[in-house]
Structures are given as C-alpha cells and as structure tokens.
C-alpha cells in the first residue's frame, strides 16, 4: 500500500467584528498611533466580547473551512485544536468545537504550544493521514488573548487580538500536501514569556504590578532575537530537509507578532517582500490563530494558488518554534 499524504482540502477563519485601534490604546496607557506602528506595525486587533470564546472563533472557522471543503461534519475523523487561551481546562476546546459543529464522528483533543500551537497541531495531524489511521482531520488554532492582556501595561497591551484559523486535511496518494515539518523547544528559557494558571509564584506577582496575574508577561528583547533567529533556522531546515531551497518557495507565511520580527526574519532569508505574507497591522498577534488566519486570507487574496508550494513559521511560549513545509 503506496503511503498516504496529507493534503489541504478546505480553510476557514472567523475574527470577531470589535476593532480596537491605535486610539484606545492612546486614551488607557501612556502611547502613541505612531510608536505603536515604528515599534510593532499593528493599527487594529480583534476583541471578542466578555460571552464569546475561543471554542466560540473555532466552531466558526471549522465551519467555514467544512463549506470550502464541501464537506460536512460528520466526515471528520479527528479534531486537533491548538489554544493558549480556552475557556475551559476540560472539556478541551476540541470537544466543545466537536459538539457545536455536529462532528459526531470524530475524536477530539488540543494542543498547547503557544504562538506555534496550529503548527504543532497539523504537525500531529499529519501523522495520523499518513499512517492511515484517519482520512479527514480537521486542524484549529483559536485564541482569545484579550481576556488575558493586561490593559495597564503599555509594553504588552497593544499587541494582542483574538481570532480563530482552520484547515482540514484529507488523505491523498497524491505526492502533495504537507511534505516535512520541523519543531522546536527550549524549556530552559520557557520563563521569559509566560501565562499562569493555578500556580502563581512570587516573581510572577512582582511581574504582575497591577495584580491580575492570570495575564501575559513577556521580556519583549529577550522574545525579539529569539523569534528572528528560530524563525529563519526552522524555515531553512523544513525546506532544506525536503531536498529544496529557499528560491522554491513561493511563499511564507510567518507568525504575526511584530512587522521588526517579519521584516528582520524576511531580510535575512533573502527573500523580497512579495514572498512574505503579513497581516499583522489588520489582526496583531492572535497567537495560535495568526497561522492559520494568515493562510486562509493568502489564499483569499490569491498570494498562494494551488501546486505552489509555502512555508508556515512560528514561535513563542515554551520556549516553542516550528515549521511546516506545505504544496497546495
């Protein structure tokens, strides 16, 4: 039996329809439109109101991508879900989803990897086509990092919005679809960008000042240079290791955390603008949504067409990166 490949056959995304642009933030911190733009390239993000969310983004955007696949719920076999951000610590964000849509058929779980989790999540999936254990999977990153931003802090408030991406993989034996991928950790350096839970120690109060310690603490330099430099290394090595080079490549599509990080990343790949994809200034950084958000609208807008072949790329809470070579 000839393996199995694990092709795109259908995107989706969802964002909520509340903007905030740079002009709330001017009257809550001390900031300016133009700091924020010089400094990270975002004018708007995404909020979802205090009764929706992210299982809420997912669920819209799965049905979105079932409508561009012409498929229907029931022919899905598994639902990955990647969130940093879920309403609940069980049921998973995956299990909520799979009863919203209808998805009777299929087995449901997340995947926490932070900023790269939709990456890790079709990472996963495209174990399970190709071994010929299920035919339809369907892939979410969906987070709501507006429900834990801290608004009084300048540094990190301005960089979040909410959103919710999916793709659904179909087993082929075409030679097409997710041909390598690549991931990445350093727990070591996993407290330079953290989000607590049930344990709240005493250094992530004193990094908390304004007492809601359930919100993102982040050492912005420290997260800079390490995003460029995994960034660019992980796009070399999925690309390299599925015997190309960078000049084969129509299109990548990187994490959407700051427009420095893209441009600095991008220059140092040597690849002009028209080879990256961005929406960073519509969107902010959405975490494991930014992916597949991005992907979805690329194909939208025709940036990425069918037979050509891109390159998705992230980083972020973990420390965590990876990198998934992809053909249309």
């Known amino acids: 039996m000839s393996k199995k490949h694990a092709k795109i056959v259908g995107v989706g995304r969802y964002l909520p329809e509340k903007i905030l642009d740079n002009a709330y933030f001017e009257g809550i911190v001390e900031t300016s439109d133009e700091w924020i733009l010089q400094r990270v390239g975002i004018k708007e993000r995404r909020m979802s109101d205090e009764n929706t969310f992210a299982s809420d983004l997912a669920a819209k955007a799965a049905e979105n991508a079932l409508k561009d696949a012409g498929m229907d719920a ?8 990647a969130s940093v951000s879920p309403e609940m610590y069980t049921p998973s964000g995956a299990c909520i989803v799979q009863s919203k849509i209808g998805a009777k058929n299929a087995a449901a779980f997340d995947v926490n990897a932070a900023c790269p989790g939709f990456i890790f999540a079709i990472t996963v999936a495209t174990q399970f086509v190709e071994n010929g254990v299920y035919k339809n999977v369907l892939v ?10 801290e608004y ?41 960008l953290t989000v607590c839970g049930l344990k709240v120690s005493e250094l992530d109060k004193e990094r908390r000042p304004f007492g809601n310690y359930r919100t993102i603490w ?99 809470g973990g420390l965590t990166w990876g990198s998934v070579l992809i053909e249309l």
């Open 152 to 192: 009084k802090d300048r540094s990190t408030c301005v960089l979040f919005g909410d959103g919710a991406g999916a793709a659904i993989l179909q087993a082929t034996d075409e030679e097409t679809g997710v041909l390598g991928s690549v991931l990445g950790a350093d727990g070591d350096a996993g407290d330079v």
């Open 218 to 316: 982040m050492d912005g330099q420290l997260v800079y240079k390490f995003a460029v430099k995994t960034m660019v290394s992980s796009t070399i090595e999925v690309v390299e290791n599925a015997g190309y080079t960078i000049d084969d490549i129509d299109l990548v599509i990187p994490h959407q955390a700051n427009q420095r990080i893209i441009q600095s990343a991008r220059k140092r790949l040597g690849l002009d603008e028209s080879r990256v994809f961005s929406n960073v200034e519509q969107f902010g950084n959405m975490s494991a949504a930014c992916i597949p958000v991005a992907l979805c609208q690329a194909i939208e807008e025709g940036r990425i067409k069918k037979g050509q072949k891109l390159v998705i790329v992230s980083m972020g």
């Open 74 to 81: 029931s022919e899905i076999d598994l639902i990955v879900m």
């Open 140 to 149: 979410i990153g969906a987070d709501t990092l507006t429900k834990i931003t």
